[in-house]
């Protein structure tokens, strides 16, 4: 398993970083998880089904 202090290094040697994944339920819990780390998000999803994601 990586550890989380070597993930952190490669992670603060970007600027700009998003997290984005396809539209499931798995999404949503994905998402929260980016947000909780103060992280930008991007979700593709089918047109019509982006209000979940939008909150």
Do not use: F, W
């Not at 700009?16 to 949503?28: D, P, Q, R």
């Not at 780390?37 to 593709?44: A, I, K, M």
Request: net charge positive.
């Amino acid at each position: 398993m990586i550890k989380r202090s070597d993930i952190q290094k490669i992670v603060n040697e970007y600027s700009g970083l998003t997290v984005g994944t396809l539209g499931s339920h798995s999404a949503l819990e994905i998402m929260d998880g980016a947000k909780d780390e103060s992280l930008q998000t991007l979700v593709v999803c089918q047109k019509g089904r982006e209000v979940p994601y939008k909150r």
